[in-house]
Structure formats: structure tokens, C-alpha cells
């Protein structure tokens, strides 16, 4: 199959800011990139679409699964990351690039993906940005006792394999160098933590047009925006809430996200009948420095657990901004 040099595919299944910045650095240095990402997966994005600047040289490229994707139904998952994972290799194989760099797409697609890429000749990065194989032997051991640590040591040797097929990993801390070691990929690592996109967040007023628009300026923000997976528990910001009624009655607690731990914060509310938690959905991203800019105190949640297989805070002390 004929290859262009210059010619690069980031596959990034979330369709987060920083990826979305790598593909447009890349193509500023004069690559021809072409940014993939699915819409079926519910998250916060970055921008996702060729903006005024952007080089020409640069396309934005939507991945579509069959139907939202179902992250908690056993079955229907299985099913969906089969098929993502074959088209998605369909889709970065159209590009003919000359390296596919892919980032937090599912394991079992992303083992379909590795497999027909390689089959391809396409060589693969693998920006390690979780290790889902632990995330998915916390909880199956948590779950399913007996059986679990057998599908444990089934996530870890797909995943293992998974690395072992790229090219090249990128690890997004050191603390994922114990597990790549046993895997024998630590001497094709390189640790890049990630990065927030800081041209993107310019210092806004914390009285704008988001924050007025919520009529939300009489009221101090404690402010979470972010994905409410397994590795968070939306019991503290349900806490938060709770405690801030009596110490701080003029403070709203202000959950932007969509999902599982969203859902069970809105039957919270609703059972305890509070009026200080806001639950909004992901905001568009032009709006994110306003978002952020309306903070009083930003938070940021992490399981214990978690920190075996990401990369985050392991607590968090906040405190009210003086106005």
C-alpha cells in the first residue's frame, strides 16, 4: 500500500483539547493531519472543527459508532467496540498516513484497531493515557469476586499486546512505567504529561456573560465540569452540596457533566429536595474560559483505586476566592 511521509492520523476517541492541539501543531510544522474522534462518546470536547488560522492542511474527520455508547450495558458494548474498532481501522487506513497516533479508544476496540493496523502496515503510537486493563481489574474484582481476577489477567494481556504492537507509547506520567516495564515496552516509552491548552483559557472576569447568563452572580461557584465515570464518586459534590446549605447558604454547587454520575446527582437532588446543586450539560467549548472564569473554587475528584491505572489529584483542598 502506497504511504505518504508527510501524512498523519491522530485518533483520539474522546475528542479532548489536547489531542485536538497536537494535531494542529502538527500540521502547522507542515504534516498532513487528519484529527479523528467519535461523537457517539458522551464527553467534553475541544474544538473540533478547522478554525480561522488553522492550516489548510489540517481536516477534522468524525468516527461514528452504532449508537451512543452504551459504557454500562455489558452486551451492547461488546458489540459497539467491535464495530468501532473495525471501523475505525477502515477510517485510518482511507488516510494512508504514514503513522496513526491513537489515544483513549477503548480496550476491546482498540485491540480490534491494533490487529487490522498492523495487518496493514501502519504503524501505530499509543498515547497511553489510561490503563484500562487495571481500571477494568479494580472493578471486576470489586463486582465479581470469583471471576474477576481471571478477567483482570484477560484485560491486562490484551492491553500488553496492544502496546507491544505500537511503534512507539506515550505515557502521560511515570507512574504507568511499573506496568509498561512488565509489559517490555518501557524502552519504546516516552512520558509526556498532559497539558492543559492555555492559549485556549484566556483570564476572563469572573462576572461574564456565562456566569450572568446562569444568574449565577449573586452566588458564589464551586464549580465541577468533567466526566462522572468509575474512577469519580459523585457523593462528594452531593457532600459539597449538603455542607455548603448551612456554611455557606449563598453558594451553588455546579456540576457540568452527562452519564451515570450525573444521573444519580439528579435523583439526589430530587430526593433531598436541595436547591444549591446545578447540573448542567457539557457547554460548548467556545464557552469553557467563562465557564472556568465564573469558579469561585474549582474541584477536581479521583477514587483512591484510580490512581493505580490514571493520573490525577489524589485530594483536594479548596478554598473560596476573595472577591
Not at 6 to 21: E, K, N
Not at 70 to 77: E, G, Q, V
Not at 225 to 243: E, N
Not at 249 to 256: F, L
Request: hydrophobic share 45%.
Amino acid at each position: 500500500m502506497p504511504v505518504r511521509s508527510s501524512r498523519i492520523v491522530v485518533h483520539d476517541y474522546s475528542g479532548h483539547p489536547g489531542q485536538a492541539q497536537l494535531s494542529r501543531a502538527l500540521a502547522r510544522r507542515g504534516y498532513e493531519v487528519t484529527h479523528q474522534h467519535c461523537p457517539s462518546y458522551t464527553s467534553g470536547r475541544g474544538s473540533l472543527q478547522v478554525e480561522a488560522g488553522d492550516p489548510t492542511i489540517l481536516t477534522f474527520e468524525p468516527v461514528e459508532m452504532d449508537g451512543t455508547f452504551a459504557k454500562y450495558s455489558a452486551l451492547t458494548r461488546l458489540r459497539q467496540e467491535l464495530q468501532y474498532g473495525r471501523t475505525a481501522a477502515r477510517a485510518i487506513a482511507a488516510r494512508e498516513p504514514a503513522v496513526a497516533v491513537i489515544s483513549n479508544v477503548p480496550l476491546l476496540a482498540h485491540s480490534v484497531l491494533a490487529r487490522r493496523l498492523s495487518r496493514r502496515g501502519i504503524p501505530m503510537v499509543f498515547w497511553h493515557q489510561d490503563i484500562y486493563s487495571e481500571a477494568i481489574g479494580v472493578a471486576a474484582r470489586r463486582r465479581i469476586p470469583v471471576f474477576g481476577g481471571v478477567l483482570a489477567r484477560v484485560a491486562d494481556r490484551v492491553e500488553r499486546k496492544i502496546a507491544r504492537r505500537s511503534v512507539a507509547v506515550v505515557a502521560i506520567s511515570p507512574t504507568f512505567l511499573e506496568r509498561l516495564s512488565e509489559w517490555g515496552v518501557a524502552g519504546k516509552t516516552t512520558i509526556v504529561p498532559n497539558w492543559a491548552p492555555i492559549d485556549e483559557l484566556p483570564v476572563l472576569p469572573a462576572d461574564n456573560a456565562w456566569r450572568q447568563r446562569l444568574g449565577l452572580s449573586e452566588h458564589q461557584v464551586v464549580l465541577y465540569s468533567g466526566t462522572l465515570g468509575l474512577k469519580h464518586d459523585p457523593s462528594i459534590l452531593a457532600l459539597l452540596a449538603d455542607q455548603l446549605q448551612s456554611s455557606h447558604p449563598e453558594a451553588m454547587v455546579v456540576v457540568i457533566s452527562e452519564g451515570s454520575g450525573r444521573l444519580w446527582l439528579e435523583e439526589w437532588k430530587a430526593e433531598q429536595k436541595v436547591d444549591n446543586l446545578m447540573l448542567l450539560d457539557f457547554q460548548p467549548y467556545q464557552d469553557l474560559p467563562e465557564v472556568l472564569a465564573s469558579a469561585d473554587v474549582l474541584v477536581a475528584i479521583l477514587e483512591p483505586d484510580a490512581s493505580r491505572f490514571s493520573s490525577g489529584l489524589k485530594a483536594t483542598a479548596v478554598t473560596f476566592r476573595k472577591s
